[in-house]
């Protein structure tokens, strides 16, 4: 079976800038996958590159085995770093939103994650904390039945009592043919969710390994060795 993600050679600058350097990556189907590094490593880039939102300086990125574009973005679910929901609307206007763009856009399901995350469709988003729109960007994601799933640091914005919440929201709610790929600092968290991990440090791959093979071949946690790693990066 083809990868849902290939990147050969993928190179971004901005000005003076690299933020990927000739990044080689494959990415299977069916997995989560943890995404990590230092700041500045390129995370958001490459997340950022996936779903078509920056386009690269040199390098190919394929999505299901096309550059990315109309197709790709209609089997990627997307979920930014922040969100830049209009205040005046409600959750459900979100939801109508989404079931009109996207046709795997879930409501049943959308409806039992607001369940679960408390999210009452009724509500207006100005109304809503920081922490509450991360969950509804969340469930909006989620609700898709994507082939990828791109999030860009999802427990960032949520206190840590939400954060169980929405980790059994990311396994519960994608499609399990597809991919999960998630940026996070956070390893401790979500190490316990992921299939494999990608380590990004100045715009390239220096590791890419299934999760149970460190634990075993590295006697110490993903978590312990991400530390170590990066140690003395910033």
Known sequence: ????????????????????????????????????????????????????????????????GQKPGPYTKSVTSYMADRPSFADWMKVQDLMDIYSDFFADFDPVKAQEICNALKLERG??????????KEKLQLMLVMSRKAQLYLLDEPLAGVDPAARE?????????????????????????????LDQVVFLNR????????????????????????RDMFRFEG
């Open 1 to 64: 079976m083809n990868p849902i993600v290939t990147c050969t050679q993928l190179t971004k600058r901005f000005g003076s800038t690299v933020a990927l350097d000739g990044l080689d990556l494959k990415l299977q189907r069916g997995k989560i996958i943890g995404l990590a590094g230092p700041n500045s490593a390129g995370k958001t880039t490459l997340i950022k590159t996936l779903e078509g939102l920056l386009q690269p300086t040199g390098g190919t990125v394929l999505v299901d």
């Open 123 to 132: 509500s207006l988003i100005k109304t809503l904390s920081k922490g509450t």
């Open 165 to 193: 919440y929405i980790m059994k929201t990311i396994v519960a709610g994608y499609n399990e043919a597809g991919t999960v790929l998630i940026s996070t600092h956070l390893i401790t968290d979500v190490e316990k969710l």
């Open 203 to 226: 715009g390239r791959v220096i590791l890419h390994r299934d999760t149970d093979e460190i634990r075993e071949t590295e006697g110490r946690s993903v978590d312990e060795l991400f």
